[in-house]
């Protein structure tokens, strides 16, 4: 596809099971970004993946949070033991290099994580 | 400690006029500054940047303005459109970051 696709758009689940949300970066696009946002908050940045260099995880809120990419592709954000704090829209970008300069992130549409 | 602000959450303008967003940011090493739109059910979407280098962008019915001795800019919508009602984040970052500071948002509606 033309965009970033995130998968699923919509997730409930109960208090306490893990849940795995995925992001399909535009084709080239070597950085990608998790970021979060939850009820009237602004945008929060959780993880940074850069081609394959280290990835800044400094946004991840705590050790249940945890996500992986795999080369320039597919990243999966899993969220073990959820807490009904972490219901937020779970937002996905990628770009061709980093933030700064005329790059510009380009964001999926999200999921939408409820935690019963 | 949020470091962009958006302190109006809403804004109404009238089809026609200008609608004026405003964003302040405490990090002085914030070194470009952009604007996203958002409508509902997607994601933001690229608007508008400014460098530090310059106080103003002007793209079409958009323009950006930068203030760095008072850390603030604003996005100035002229003429406001029904099609341009979103929510409006102000992001900044500095260069070599990682990430994208974003504020709150404000919720823009154009009144036809």
């Known amino acids: 596809g033309a965009g970033v696709s995130q998968s699923p758009s919509n997730k409930v689940t109960e208090k306490g099971k893990d849940v795995e949300l995925r992001c399909d970066p535009i084709?080239?696009?070597?950085?990608l970004y998790w970021y979060r946002q939850r009820l009237g908050q602004g945008l929060e940045f959780l993880i940074y993946?850069?081609?394959?260099?280290?990835?800044?995880k400094s946004g991840l809120p705590s050790d249940r949070f945890s996500a992986e990419r795999t080369g320039e592709s597919v990243s999966t954000l899993t969220i073990q033991r959820t807490q009904q704090e972490d219901s937020a829209v779970y937002l996905c970008?990628?770009?061709?290099?980093?933030?700064?300069?005329?790059?510009?992130?380009?964001f999926g549409s999200g999921t939408q994580l409820s935690v019963l | 400690d949020q470091q962009v602000k958006q302190n109006s959450p809403s804004l109404s303008v009238q089809e026609g006029r200008i609608s004026i967003l405003n964003c302040d940011y405490t990090?002085?090493?914030?070194?470009?500054f952009l604007w996203y739109k958002k409508y509902p059910a997607e994601g933001p979407t690229f608007l508008i940047s400014?460098?530090?280098?310059?106080d103003k962008n002007e793209d079409g019915r958009f323009t950006v303005f930068l203030n760095k001795s008072a850390k603030h800019l604003s996005l100035h919508i002229v003429p406001s459109q029904p099609g341009d009602s979103a929510v409006y984040f102000c992001?900044?970052?500095?260069?070599?970051?990682?990430?994208?500071?974003f504020g709150t948002g404000t919720r823009l509606t154009v009144i036809p």
């Open positions: 970008a990628s770009s061709t290099n980093g933030p700064t300069g005329n790059e510009k992130l380009f």
């Open positions: 084709s080239g696009h070597t950085a």
């Open positions: 993946f850069q081609g394959n260099s280290a990835p800044d």
């Open positions: 990090n002085s090493m914030f070194d470009y």
């Open positions: 400014i460098s530090s280098i310059k």
């Open positions: 992001a900044a970052c500095w260069t070599g970051a990682n990430n994208l500071f």
